[in-house]
């Protein structure tokens, strides 16, 4: 992204409460001020684009959620993120996610994950509105395809959200549906299989690369979709399609999706693990995010996330499980007698994209070293802002901006963009799919040791001679250390089918408690009692809600009451 300004900038922010609705005129009728009609919208080609733009948000449903400025696509800066409801972070105040994570998830009570349904098909409704009238506006023809070719992406990507959560749903096409149509018709609420759902977004997606820009350097472009965004999802669809939940394609089609994306010739890796998520710049590992700006700020990550001996509010804390994953510097997982770790002095020697994503007992964090220590840490219990203490021992790092404040952060912190797509991934996608498709040839190794070599980690290669299914292994930790809280594991775990393993492990967390020699004992707990999963949450419920309003027409997903 070449630009900081945002999908939504303030000058459309007057435009998100558009009615689509029209009404009969009677005495009684009053003109709202705070609404643009139809008619205002397709006869001008600045408001439809405007209404094009913010096509990429959409509506606040729950509490909590998108403060500042309106959620986009996922959870991302919000005060309980995605990473905690998996074996990444467990959220400190709860706010609806220990449910799912004690594996309580029913169709009435669906937590932090109850609002994907009905704004991803009130966003694809929005958009089938603007296919369907695009053609009445007076714009030139050009300007005009590029608009479908942005819809079209806009609408894929919410049908790959509805995928991801729910398997196969019903394809609108691009019917709209407004007040009065009859909805008695079960087609309506027909779910279309899987494959079905992954060709239509794919088809999508293909359209909407055909006519999408290659680079968003122009101004009006910044932080919207491009050929590389469109390409980018694609490869992920098909890397879901390909995987065991899914069973809906081939790892081939998955590896030259991926591919395609990397002979655009146009991305690479950021130097600079830490900073790419804080201020990238015009970095050219980023394909598609969400960009912030003053007046349309995100949640303050600094506060919300920060150490109570900061007087932060530790939200999203990382997870023993989490921190396990790293490797040592010697390419071995601890794990391994070859890894040199010392279970006593464990941060030593670490990945150092462990540094840069997790706030650990003796990190350097503004000006001094955290202390989770006890007894006297001024990041434990014993530390001021008491009640926001970690219960696993850790803070999280990642996203994180030192250079903005933690006490009255309202005004000018949030600005750190969410990044949807990177090339990282890409690279990530393409190792696992072609080691699926043919076993660990040569390319394999060289995206993984891209990823892992960058300027600024520096891991050591991948060991030669793997076999397909070492090569997995590696594979699903790369993407487990390299995607951290960014909205990857909980999905990954689930189209592997191991969230049957690694959700069933208990939350664990860290006790260092500081002898009397001034040496530190390090003791593993649980952070949470009665973590659980269960065969049918490797799909969420659809809201009960939703079944009630299609006369009970729609298919439940299996095993929820």
Not at 204 to 221: C, F, H, I, R, V
Not at 227 to 250: E, H
């Amino acid at each position: 992204m070449k630009s900081s300004k945002g999908i939504i900038s303030s000058l459309y922010i007057s435009l998100l409460a558009i009615s689509l609705a029209s009404c009969k005129k009677d005495f009684l009728d009053v003109t709202p001020t705070d609404r643009v009609t139809d008619a205002a919208i397709i006869g001008d080609s600045t408001l439809f684009e405007s209404f094009v733009i913010n096509r990429y948000l959409g509506t606040r449903m729950t509490d909590k959620e998108a403060e500042g400025t309106l959620p986009g696509f996922g959870r991302g800066f919000e005060y309980a993120m995605w990473s905690s409801l998996t074996d990444e972070s467990l959220y400190n105040n709860d706010d609806n996610t220990w449910l799912i994570q004690r594996g309580q998830l029913s169709p009435e009570n669906t937590g932090i994950a109850g609002a994907i349904w009905s704004r991803s098909y009130r966003s694809i409704r929005e958009v089938n509105y603007a296919l369907a009238n695009v053609d009445k506006v007076p714009m030139s023809t050009g300007h005009k395809n590029l608009l479908i070719a942005e819809l079209k992406f806009i609408r894929a990507f919410r049908y790959q959200d509805l995928i991801r959560n729910y398997g196969g749903v019903p394809l609108l096409g691009d019917k709209v549906y407004n007040l009065g149509d009859d909805f008695s018709d079960p087609e309506l609420f027909k779910r279309a299989t899987i494959a079905e759902c992954i060709n239509y977004a794919v088809a999508q997606l293909d359209e909407a690369a055909a006519g999408l820009p290659l680079s968003n350097s122009s101004t009006w472009l910044a932080g919207r979709a491009t050929k590389g965004a469109a390409l980018a999802l694609k490869s992920r669809l098909l890397l879901y399609a390909a995987s065991p939940l899914y069973n809906a394609g081939s790892w081939e089609q998955a590896a030259a999706a991926a591919k395609a994306v990397m002979d655009l010739n146009i991305y690479g890796l950021h130097a600079n693990y830490q900073n790419l998520f804080i201020n990238p710049g015009n970095s050219n590992e980023i394909i598609f995010a969400r960009y912030y700006t003053i007046g349309s700020r995100h949640v303050p990550m600094e506060i919300a996330n920060g150490p109570n001996g900061y007087d932060g509010w530790g939200g999203n804390l990382p997870m023993q499980n989490m921190v396990d994953a790293y490797e040592t510097t010697t390419g071995f997982p601890i794990t391994d007698p070859a890894s040199g770790y010392d279970p006593q002095n464990p941060y030593a020697n670490r990945d150092p994209r462990l540094t840069a994503t997790v706030l650990y007992n003796g990190a350097p964090y503004r000006g001094r070293n955290v202390e989770t220590f006890v007894p006297g840490g001024l990041d434990s219990k014993d530390g001021p802002s008491n009640w926001n203490t970690s219960k696993t021992g850790y803070y999280l790092r990642k996203f994180v901006d030192e250079s903005m404040p933690i006490n009255n952060p309202w005004n000018v912190a949030g600005l750190q963009p969410w990044i949807y797509f990177r090339y990282a991934e890409i690279l990530l996608n393409y190792a696992e799919a072609q080691n699926e498709a043919v076993g660990p040839d040569q390319s394999v190794y060289a995206a993984l040791n891209a990823v892992r070599g960058r300027t600024g980690v520096g891991m050591p290669a991948i060991p030669a001679g793997l076999s397909r299914e070492q090569m997995r292994e590696r594979i699903v930790r790369e993407r487990r250390v390299e995607l951290a809280f960014e909205e990857h594991r909980y999905y990954d775990v689930r189209r592997w089918k191991i969230a049957d393993v690694t959700e069933n492990v208990p939350v664990y967390g860290i006790n260092i408690t500081k002898q009397n020699n001034g040496t530190l004992r390090y003791e593993r707990k649980v952070a949470l009692e009665g973590k659980a999963f269960m065969p049918q949450h490797y799909w969420l419920p659809i809201p009960r809600a939703e079944i009630q309003a299609s006369n009970n027409q729609l298919a439940q997903n299996p095993d929820y009451q």
